[in-house]
């Protein structure tokens, strides 16, 4: 299905949390090795970004919510043929009775260049779910299998730039409905729906003013699809559905309900690009398993785009964790932030910035975790600062003692720390590459002996000004 009409809607941004045990990417490639490999990719005349997801949780109840899944992103380059994926396992929230089920959620990102197919350059997103699952054993449930949603946006030969979004799925069903509605209701309509996949049900969704309530399990809608085009940029953008999952009291309100964002894509191609590319990250925390099995990507991520941020600070949603559900290893208020500004000189400066506002770990208590990187170019695209000024712990306190804060300058200050089960914790842990910087405030390197989680990154950034 390629939707091409131009829709709005308000996105959602919330504090979010997750009590799940996490892997992820280890943060810091080999400084420069994108640059090393870059002459083996096409360079075109194009900048490219893009993002996908499978899910986001927004709720009023403790221990419902949850970070985006499988969140994976391409920062900004030019280079035709580079990619991007994050998958996961499950998110299935209570863990008792769920109401929430979302399996094998895989995002991917990729850029590309078919000449034959009369595209100079451009760059897709996609996102799979092999099922969602919507109630529990009380109430209706809304089942969907093989649900994708991908965006695209490209530029032909003759550089005009391109947008589509397209999304599938396989069997709907809802089940678990008392009592039949009435013929021509709205609820009617997407109970006929369903048997026609996605598209019949977004649809019947349109023609029933974007929503229609499920008694019992919540209201469905229609989340967007979004196409611009511009001289200097398109954009796709697609969220293919948003529930509203009711409470254990099965109606609309009362403080315990949850909005569940199903599907999501963005890509987008920019043209025009002054002297570099910009691009990068910060964000909370990622951790590693002993096994290496990725559940979740990074936490509280936000990218910095190609073109920066026009002098504002863009933010992501704050989240939080507890490692593997063991209430050991507590962080809260994970957050990334990214900025990047280009002068009227020609010059251009940026920096990303990962956060965590408490960490505690066994008798040690960290507050105000800030991993800051940033990169100045002058005016003829040369690197004159590549630093990370701003990184902070803003207190570290041990057996209810504090030690103060620190930063990189004093961080060799910074008393013995003996956790049971901690191999090693490393502070302000820095990769400079030849036109990038990156570090992590905090690194935990859990003993082998320890089960779950055996390292830990918080506070992480990394950013770059590059040609490419």
Do not use: H
């Amino acid at each position: 299905m390629k939707i091409r009409t131009r829709l709005t809607a308000g996105a959602v941004a919330a504090t979010t949390s997750i009590a799940v045990a996490l892997s992820g990417a280890t943060l810091l490639a080999p400084a420069g090795a994108a640059e090393r490999r870059a002459p083996e990719l096409p360079v075109t005349d194009y900048g490219y970004e893009s993002t996908a997801y499978g899910s986001r949780v927004t709720s009023g109840v403790a221990g419902l919510d949850s970070t985006r899944s499988a969140f994976s992103y391409l920062s900004c380059t030019s280079l035709a043929g580079r990619s991007a994926s994050e998958t996961l396992a499950a998110v299935s929230l209570p863990a008792e009775d769920p109401y929430i089920q979302i399996s094998a959620v895989e995002s991917r990102n990729r850029t590309f260049r078919d000449k034959a197919e009369n595209t100079d350059g451009g760059v897709t997103s996609t996102n799979r779910i092999a099922s969602v699952e919507l109630g529990n054993s009380s109430s209706p449930r809304l089942i969907i299998d093989a649900l994708r949603t991908r965006s695209t946006a490209w530029a032909t030969l003759g550089g005009k730039l391109r947008t589509a979004n397209e999304i599938s799925s396989g069997d709907i069903a809802i089940e678990g409905i008392t009592e039949e509605p009435g013929t021509g209701t709205p609820l009617d309509d997407l109970l006929e729906a369903v048997d026609g996949g996605i598209d019949e049900v977004v649809a019947a969704l349109r023609e029933n003013g974007g929503a229609i309530e499920i008694p019992g399990l919540g209201m469905v809608s229609f989340g967007f699809d979004r196409q611009v085009v511009k001289p200097r940029f398109a954009a796709a953008s697609s969220f293919v559905l948003r529930v509203l999952v009711y409470g254990p009291d099965q109606l609309q309100g009362g403080g315990d309900d949850s909005l569940v964002g199903i599907g999501r894509s963005w890509a987008r191609i920019n043209r025009d690009l002054p002297n570099g590319l910009m691009g990068g990250y910060g964000y909370g925390a990622n951790t590693e398993l002993l096994d290496g099995v990725v559940k979740v990507g990074r936490l509280g991520a936000q990218p910095l785009p190609c073109n920066g941020t026009e002098g504002e600070v863009y933010k992501a949603p704050t989240a939080g964790i507890d490692f593997a559900s063991a209430g050991q290893l507590v962080a809260d208020g994970l957050r990334g932030r990214s900025f990047g500004e280009l002068l009227d000189s020609g010059a251009a400066r940026a920096w990303t910035e990962g956060s965590v506002a408490n960490l505690t770990l066994g008798p040690l208590e960290l507050r105000g975790i800030v991993g800051k990187a940033n990169v100045k170019a002058d005016k003829a695209g040369k690197i004159v600062a590549q630093n990370i000024k701003g990184s902070t712990i803003g207190e570290i306190i041990i057996d209810g003692e504090s030690q103060g804060s620190f930063d990189p300058a004093t961080a060799g200050e910074i008393p013995p720390i003996e956790i049971p089960g901690v191999a090693k914790i490393s502070f302000f842990v820095k990769d400079k590459g030849t036109r990038a910087m990156r570090v992590s405030a905090v690194v935990i390197e859990m003993l082998p002996e320890t089960p779950g989680v055996s390292e830990v990154r918080l506070g992480n950034a990394g950013v770059f000004i590059k040609r490419y």
